[in-house]
């Protein structure tokens, strides 16, 4: 059964960067389509990226277009998110998720497989 663990999280300034990453266990990543979702205090938590099993579809939220990547290293059996010049709204706890496969991927909460990792925390803050 697929785990997925993310890390990477933490304090960060205004117009700093994090890379998050989001590693499996259990079973090799590369038979999954992967997404990244986070939630803000008393909201329900939401899509901002996905990326396909193969890597050939990729896709972002409006909100983080232009500044976060999405990537994978299937050999690493990890997903990363590379999070550039962040604000204080991108304060929140990122998860990742397997979501269903498709092309193009789709990061909506419906296109969730499988079980929640722990999350981790980023926090954008002077």
């Known amino acids: 059964q697929l785990q997925l663990a993310e890390s990477g999280g933490g304090l960060v300034r205004p117009g700093g960067s994090l890379r998050l990453s989001c590693a499996a266990s259990g079973i090799s990543l590369q038979y999954y389509a992967i997404a990244w979702f986070r939630q803000f205090p008393g909201k329900e938590r939401e899509g901002i990226s996905c990326i396909s099993r193969l890597g050939d579809s990729i896709n972002y939220a409006d909100s983080v277009k232009g500044r976060f990547t999405i990537s994978r290293d299937n050999a690493k059996n990890t997903v990363y998110l590379q999070m550039n010049s962040l604000n204080p709204e991108d304060t929140a706890v990122y998860y990742c998720?397997?979501?269903?496969?498709?092309?193009?991927?789709?990061?909506?909460?419906?296109?969730?497989?499988?079980?929640w990792g722990q999350g981790t925390q980023v926090t954008v803050s002077a």
């Open positions: 998720a397997n979501i269903r496969l498709a092309v193009p991927c789709d990061y909506a909460r419906t296109s969730v497989r499988g079980s």
